[in-house]
T-cell receptor
Framework: DGGITQSPKYLFRKEGQNVTLSCEQN?????MYWYRQDPGQGLRLIYY???????QKGDIAEGYSVSREKKESFPLTVTSAQKNPTAFYLC????????????FGPGTRLTVL | AQSVTQPDIHITVSEGASLELRCNYS??????LFWYVQSPGQGLQLLLK??????LVQGIKGFEAEFKRSQSSFNLRKPSVHWSDAAEYFC????????????FGRGTSLIVHP
């Protein structure tokens, strides 16, 4: 089955710890995205990448970091500098052909205690 | 800058009733428009999209949307709602290429009464 996987589904961390969220896709998509979702806020873009070894900041990149060493993987690290990291995190991918749309993973719920 | 407004935070309908979810956008060129649905604790699923051509777009699960350029709107409709349609619905606007960074609305929560 082709798709996007995010792991784990639920993640708990203590305040001050860095944590890495996994996102893997086997759709052969070039572009990948990370969004943060809070109640009533819709989706806010954290980072995106259109090619391996290259990525750009989104609207709320502070306190987050990413890497894109492989086409199929785009892990997100939530650092201790992120002031309010508890949220639902969504990963998406997309091909670069005209008309291609984003496909979303199932999300990871991060709770910082 | 592009933006999306979904004026209704919550919509409540009875099962079997018709549904219309509103979406207004701001975009400098011809927009690419999308509607997504999200069940609790899940990712987003694409319902339908408008790129060009016929302004009435058919999607999955019996949904349709109409692009009205004069009103900058892309409202989502369904003639008869089922209890399983209860979910969060997001409208988004974006460009066709380049960096392709769609902007999402804040969502409308649909509640379906039996």
């Amino acid at each position: 089955d082709g798709g996007i996987t995010q792991s784990p589904k639920y993640l708990f961390r203590k305040e001050g710890q860095n944590v890495t969220l996994s996102c893997e896709q086997n759709l052969n998509h070039d572009a990948m995205y990370w969004y943060r979702q809070d109640p009533g806020q819709g989706l806010r873009l954290i980072y995106y990448s259109q090619i391996v070894n290259d990525f750009q900041k989104g609207d709320i990149a502070e306190g987050y970091s990413v890497s894109r060493e492989k086409k199929e993987s785009f892990p997100l690290t939530v650092t201790s500098a992120q002031k309010n990291p508890t949220a639902f995190y969504l990963c998406a991918s997309r091909g670069l052909a005209l008309g291609d749309t984003q496909y979303f993973g199932p999300g990871t719920r991060l709770t910082v205690l | 800058a592009q933006s999306v407004t979904q004026p209704d935070i919550h919509i409540t309908v009875s099962e079997g009733a018709s549904l219309e979810l509103r979406c207004n956008y701001s975009y400098g060129a011809t927009p690419y428009l999308f509607w997504y649905v999200q069940s609790p604790g899940q990712g987003l699923q694409l319902l339908l999209k408008y790129f060009s051509g016929d302004t009435l777009v058919q999607g999955i699960k019996g949904f349709e949307a109409e692009f009205k350029r004069s009103q900058s709107s892309f409202n989502l409709r369904k003639p008869s709602v089922h209890w399983s349609d209860a979910a969060e619905y997001f409208c988004a606007v974006g460009s066709s290429g380049g960096s392709y960074i769609p902007t999402f609305g804040r969502g409308t929560s649909l509640i379906v009464h039996p």
